[in-house]
């Protein structure tokens, strides 16, 4: 699991390789990982974008930024958590992704909180072929 904090929002991120999902003859891998979102702060937010940098084994980087997450923007009062599930595929059998979300307290104020980096390995993954 991994674990950041920004302005008393608790980001965690469970990240898990699906090999059902996967072709590694194809250069094909698939993660899923679980993202819990919860507010240890004393206001009410609003989570509204997102931003990921997904970066595989290669160095090559993508950018993903969007309105909310999985369909939502959910909002957290005080000891509210969100969490959900959503999944990414990359060429190459390892990789790691980072990023961060943008949110507005009720009294307006937009800031970004951070998602903290997290690996992507698929079994056998880090190992090379001679």
Do not use: C
């Not at 390789?17 to 194809?26: I, T």
């Amino acid at each position: 699991m991994y674990r950041a904090v920004t302005r008393k929002i608790e980001v965690t991120v469970t990240p898990r390789y699906v090999s059902e999902q996967s072709s590694p003859n194809n250069g094909y891998y698939f993660w899923a990982y679980t993202i819990d979102i919860a507010n240890r702060g004393p206001e009410t937010v609003q989570l509204k974008t997102r931003h990921w940098r997904i970066t595989d084994a290669l160095g090559r980087l993508q950018e993903v930024k969007g309105p909310g997450v999985v369909g939502e923007e959910p909002t957290l009062e005080t000891g509210e958590s969100f969490e959900y599930t959503s999944g990414v595929p990359l060429p190459t059998p390892s990789g790691f992704m980072e990023g961060s979300y943008g949110m507005v307290s009720m009294a307006g104020e937009h800031f970004d909180i951070e998602i903290p980096a997290f690996s992507l390995d698929s079994p056998g993954g880090g190992r090379t072929l001679n």
